[in-house]
């Protein structure tokens, strides 16, 4: 009776594609994910300009909302590395199109000298936008068109690509791995933010093992099939809980106001298709086009990728149970597939893929055996999405109302706050945002995933 099923489904490709066709590592022996199988090296000769721009970034420049009008000598020193970035030479990217670490490395640094550029400057009362200058600008277009990724920095630069080996000879994993090899603030919370990202991706891994194994089955009707699919879900489930409970646990490593007060204002971009863009791209003739927003945890692909194998309707283009709310409805209903345009291409292109393939939970409504584990996956999953709005309230919205961390120039401080409460407007997120609307959103489409019984 189960082999009479029939599963609407789109027609397969002669050609099945494998993860590596997507610059994704699923090795037998060692398995890397969206991560790249080996660091990423530094730039050739030609490039010593830039690598040295960023390593006395790192050095000398803080936020520019830190500075006092006492700090002169802080203030000469950054606007000397400002004017050495704006009188360096347009270099061509031409010669790194043919090696993928090193576009990769290219783009990481010039979005972490963007960053350093825009937010070292101290605040003035001119509310005009920054110029990036074009010795920044021309390159990374140059190499965001090659990585087909959006010309700002983004979790691909702070997470994926962030990191070195502790020892060269072994494997790549999560224990032999050093993470925030470039940090904006120099501090461990920025570190052991990146790090807590890096685990959730690292556990993602067996995600995608999961995903890659569905994909491969022959059918989904025989019993022997629906045996193995209530297996993988049940070994998702298990996967989910694991990143819940690493998402509770940067509570451990990362102090929220340290992060809030100096790791997060590095992030922030220039919020796209605004008509009064904050940054404004030399010699681009809009820049409000350009995907500018900053890196975000909404960006991670491994999470898409899950998204789209449990068939959550983040769009809310289907019609599901509980209906959507009010506070739903008002949410950005396009973020999530915004977030990909950050994402480098091939992955953007592999969670297409995994879009234009038949999602679990088709099978799980036409096979009342699956069910059960399919909506414990879903349930792990809204779980997980509690736990994020728990510590995006901590991190992001309390914080928002505290005092800055010892330590910190309190006048330039508490003018940041005068500033931030005069918009008189919701804590925001990437882009924009309202953070509340967009998390509740998605934790209620992923609700709205569970299947009722017949």
Known sequence: MLSSIQLSRRAAPAARPTPADFDINLGLNTSTGFFPERP?????????????????????????????????????????????IRSLPVISTDVLNMDKQLLRRAHKVLTFLVHFYVHSIPPSDDNGPILVPRPLVAPLLEVSSVLQMAPVLTFADTVLWNWDLINPDLPVTLDNMRM??????????????????ARGEIRGIEMLHIVNEYHNLPNVTDFPSICRINRLLARLAVVIRDIEQIIQSVREIVDPRMFYWEVRPWFNGSASGSSKPAWIYEGVDRTELLDLSGPSAGQSSVMHALDLFLDIDHKIQQRRYPAPSESNKRADHGFMERMRRYMPGKHREYLAYLGATRPVREVAQSVPAVREQYNAAVTALKKLRDAHMRIACLYIVTMSRSSPPPGCPVFAMMQRMERQKASQGPVTGTGGNELSLLLKAGRDATTRAVLKGN
């Not at 006492?70 to 606007?79: H, K, N, T």
């Not at 925030?180 to 990202?197: A, C, H, K, M």
Request: net charge negative; aromatic share 10%; proline share 3%.
């Open 180 to 197: 925030g090899v470039d940090l904006f603030s120099g501090t461990e919370d920025e570190r052991n933010f990146y790090l807590g990202s």
């Open 40 to 84: 990423l090296p530094q730039l050739p000769e030609a490039y010593a300009s830039w690598e040295d721009a960023l390593a006395r970034a790192k050095k000398v420049l803080i936020l520019g909302e830190d500075l006092t009008d006492d700090d002169s000598e802080r203030r000469a020193e950054g606007e000397l590395w400002r004017e050495q």
